[in-house]
């Protein structure tokens, strides 16, 4: 399979689908579920889908050394060749990580400002990045502004943004950590795990609300399941 | 001399350029009473440290080689391993860390954690070194050690606790406050010698007890012992050590002292803390590989009876001739013992033993386990085992990595000559990522290494220390050629005019692969005899020597033979060899070739109000960044960028970040040249050879 099929052929497609053409440059996106669930390796299916179409990434993380992230981008990609059986993966994989950065913020120390400038400073040097990932991002502390900020910040520089959430508890509903910032979210997605799979709940789409949808993770991969 | 192992200390000093870790160094000699006279490292005496031995470290005023100088302190016996602190040189850095059991990660009270301290301890925690920290220089205009402190545990993640607390700062300090004993400790007297011990001024009660509430709660966690004690109030000095030993010994503690080398305030207390923090030899677990059993990993054990196992880590070529400094791990070294090295497979006798101060040194006639001692004349590289006892062990092999740059060289003179090719044989065994070659076609002696200032270095210690001035070409990287496609061959070699003549066909194909070079034989049916297929391989194995866009060897590629044709009388072994040759060279240039350049992995360290220009550095010079880290103040970009890209790169960092960044880099992988330079390079080479046609 040559990368052309392995772009059209992507789960991410169906994901996307199923969520209204899913968000769109200067919109906001969230993955909330509890810990463990797959919201980084969703965000991470969903930067490589990026990539592999020759956008610029940054991916965001709060909670995890760039090493890690690194090695999230590495396994995921790797899996997915290997799946699609991917002519010359190695050229594949140089192309994707010319166009990937990551960054590593202390969660205590950063505001969204500082993540504003940095990337910015990035664009400045040449690097403009269409989609910005943001993983480990504590919804709870965040100052009331962080949200609407970033939201500006996309709109201004055409950027798909994804963030994941951590919650504690389900709740019906919007989650309450994320309620203060609801008008600038566009969507957000809920993970709900089930007894063979882990579905996609979504909470928030544009105008709907609280719809289920085909869409899950596998288990065991914790990439998003083909049709 | 009564031999009590667990007196004895190996320790390094580390630190970040320029905190005063040689002045370090030399006050503790000093106060070990080995040496008489206090010297400034670029002293205006014009006498120096001794121990930076070198005099190109004397005029730039770092220490680039490590000495081992042995000291007495009280009952202890210290072996102070001086590490070099520039980043250039971590071979040798990461080579010392080898042998240290603990070490004094030297901070500066103004700088702080810096980024070079980042990347020091780094290394102290990959070869988990327990350490202690001293706060350097706080006799400074803004000199802050609670801060230091702070960073020590954002920054560099350790568990830090003040030990002490300074009596006034800057140009008030005045002594320390130790917060074990709860005594000021005033140091008097010509060189600090006189130590006064005190009661805390009022002032700064409050202050003491608050850290010593904090360091005693962080020890108990050590030891139940004092915990128990603590709650009672009934704790004394040894438990409250014990416990902090503990600790650090576990890499869970890090001890902070403090106080100013150029003063002579804190150093006997500094002393007294490596005694009773660091761990003595047997504490350590020392690992070997048995080469007779495929590198399974032995412990060893620090017995004076068992076989000797013993690592040369350093050679020195000074005026005593040439020594091999030795760290004894298991058994003991005496003189007319028979070792066996295991890397070089060769027996040899002990000869003559001594011990070093970096200027003196004193003869002895066995060393012990866990000691460091120096060896006569023993033929030998610098990393290799010896062992005793028909053992074939090789203390952990340490990674090595092939150089990057290449420099040509050529004397200036008769007398130069002659003492070039003493100095290279010597640097080549002294540092494995140094290596030299003769090129046989412009018959120049070429030096590679790891970097720009790597060579440099030993440019300049040719002049030194062999009075040998050379001339030097432009820096050169390293290229490789690769294939891209798999292209067809088929090939004839045919000279028949005249005398004995020459055939040989040769056909089949060329492909890429992953290693650097493969042959395959699948020829069916004798189309070439078996006698001549070794010549085909040979004629190969030739032809990627030299690649024919620029001249730089070939790599990644696989030479398939599947045909051929022979002639009963011409052919012969050089036949075919021609036959391989030209047929690789006409397959090559089907086979799309491509010019590889060695990509370096940079990271750079910097305030964070710099991190658009570090940002717009990278990606001036064709790199990649694969990411940036940062919190408030500080911030870390990782990039992969060409090597060809990073001349003069450190001149250029500090210009546009106010001094204030800090780069390493060391070599990641070979990479594909971009379309533009590469027509660049090519045009070169090709100026390059019709030049030398004329």
């Known amino acids: ?227 | 001399m009564a031999y009590d192992i667990s007196k004895m200390r190996n320790i390094g000093i580390s630190a970040h350029i320029d905190s005063g870790k040689t002045t370090l160094s030399e006050r503790i000699l000093f106060y070990c009473n080995k040496i008489h006279a206090i010297h400034e490292v670029r002293g205006k005496d014009g006498v120096g440290a001794v121990m930076d031995n070198m005099e190109l470290e004397r005029e730039r005023g770092i220490t680039i080689q490590s000495a081992s100088t042995q000291v007495n302190w009280k009952e202890y016996t210290i072996n102070v391993i001086d590490t070099p602190g520039h980043v250039d040189f971590t071979v040798e850095v990461e080579r010392s860390l080898r042998v240290l059991d603990g070490a004094i990660l030297v901070l500066c009270s103004v700088g702080g954690v810096q980024s070079q301290s980042i990347t020091v301890d780094r290394q102290l925690k990959r070869y988990h070194v327990p350490r202690i920290a001293f706060v350097n220089k706080c006799d400074r205009t803004g000199a802050n050690p609670l801060k230091v402190r702070m960073q020590l545990r954002e920054k560099l993640g350790l568990n830090a606790y003040m030990m002490q607390l300074p009596i006034g700062l800057e140009d008030k300090l005045e002594g320390v406050i130790d917060l074990v004993a709860m005594k000021a400790v005033y140091f008097e007297g010509e060189g600090g010698t006189e130590i006064r011990l005190a009661e805390i001024p009022a002032h700064l009660q409050s202050d003491a007890k608050k850290y010593r509430e904090e360091l005693l709660d962080a020890a108990s966690m050590f030891s139940d012992e004092l915990a128990e004690a603590y709650l009672e109030g009934t704790e004394t000095e040894e438990m409250i050590n014990a416990a902090i030993r503990k600790g650090t010994l576990s890499e869970q503690l890090v001890p902070v002292f403090l106080g100013s080398a150029y003063k002579n305030k804190g150093i006997q207390t500094l002393l007294d803390g490596v005694t009773k923090f660091l761990p003595n030899p047997t504490e350590v677990k020392n690992i070997a590989l048995d080469l007779d059993k495929n590198e399974e990993q032995i412990v060893l054990t620090c017995d004076e009876n068992a076989p000797t196992v013993a690592l040369g880590f350093k050679l020195e070529d000074g005026k005593y001739g040439q020594l091999t400094y030795v760290r004894i791990y298991q058994g003991s070294l005496k003189k007319g013992d028979e070792l066996y090295n295991t890397r070089a497979r060769k027996r040899f006798k002990v000869g003559r033993l001594v011990r070093m101060n970096s200027s003196e040194m004193v003869d002895i006639s066995e060393g012990v386990p866990g000691d460091i001692v120096a060896l006569f004349g023993i033929d030998c590289a610098s990393g290799d085992t010896f062992c005793g006892g028909g053992l074939n062990y090789a203390m952990s092999s340490m990674y090595v990595p092939e150089p990057v740059i290449d420099l040509a060289i050529s004397p200036k003179d008769k007398k130069s000559a002659d003492q070039m090719g003493k100095a290279l044989n010597r640097f080549t065994k002294e540092d494995p990522t140094f290596r030299c070659y003769v090129d046989p076609e412009s018959n120049q002696t070429i030096i590679q290494g790891m970097g720009e200032l790597h060579l440099e270095v030993y440019v300049e210690r040719m002049k030194r220390e062999y009075h040998c001035e050379v001339e030097t070409g432009k820096p050169q990287v390293a290229y490789r050629e690769a294939i891209t496609q798999r292209a067809d061959f088929n090939y004839t070699h045919k000279k028949q005019t005249g005398g004995s003549g020459q055939y040989g066909r040769v056909a089949g194909f060329l492909e890429p692969i992953e290693a650097d070079y493969e042959f395959v034989d699948s020829i069916k049916g004798g189309a070439i005899p078996n006698e001549y297929i070794p010549s085909c391989d040979k004629g190969f194995r030739e032809a990627v020597k030299k690649g024919s866009l620029i001249g730089f060897p070939i790599v990644g590629v696989r030479a398939t033979i599947n045909d051929g044709q022979f002639h009963p009388v011409d052919s012969s072994d050089i036949a075919f060899q021609i036959a391989a040759i030209g047929g690789f060279r006409e397959a090559y240039l089907k086979a799309k070739p491509a010019i590889l350049e060695p990509i370096m992995k940079v990271s750079i360290e910097g305030p964070q109000e710099f991190q658009g220009n570090i940002f717009g550095l990278i990606n001036q010079r064709r790199g990649i960044i694969l990411s940036s880290t940062e919190d408030e103040s500080f911030t870390r970009v990782d990039a992969e960028v060409p090597l060809s890209e990073m001349f003069g790169f450190s001149t250029i960092l500090r210009s546009s970040t106010q001094g204030k960044a800090e780069y390493s880099m060391e070599f990641a992988k070979y990479g594909r040249v971009p379309n533009s330079v590469a027509d660049t390079l090519i045009k070169e080479y090709e100026a390059k050879r019709k030049a030398e046609q004329k």
């Open chain 1, 1 to 227: 399979m040559v990368k052309q099929d392995l772009i059209e052929k992507s789960a991410v497609r169906n994901f996307e689908k199923s969520l209204g053409g899913g968000i769109k440059a200067g919109e906001i996106g969230v993955i909330a579920s509890k810990k463990g669930l797959g919201k980084t390796s969703i965000l991470v299916q969903l930067g490589i889908d990026k990539l592999l179409q020759g956008s610029s990434v940054v991916h965001v993380s709060f909670n995890q050394q760039a090493d890690h992230v690194i090695t999230w981008y590495e396994d995921i990609f790797n899996e997915l060749a290997k799946k699609k059986n991917l002519d010359k993966p190695a050229e594949v994989k140089n192309e994707l990580v010319r166009k990937r950065i990551v960054l590593n913020f202390n969660q205590d120390a950063v505001k969204t400002d500082q993540v504003i400038k940095t990337i910015r400073a990035l664009a400045e040097g040449g690097s403009i990045p269409e989609a910005i990932i943001i993983d480990g991002f504590n919804f709870e502390n965040a100052d009331a502004d962080s949200i609407s900020g970033i939201k500006k910040f996309a709109k201004e520089m055409n950027l798909v943004v994804w963030y994941s959430a951590n919650l504690d508890t389900a709740e019906k509903g919007l989650p309450s950590v994320l309620l203060p910032f609801a008008d600038d979210l566009d969507i957000v997605l809920y993970l709900d795990p089930k007894a063979d799979c882990i579905s996609i709940k979504v909470l928030k789409e544009h105008q709907r609300t609280d719809y289920a949808t085909d869409l899950k993770l596998d288990v065991k991969s914790l990439l998003i399941a083909e049709k």
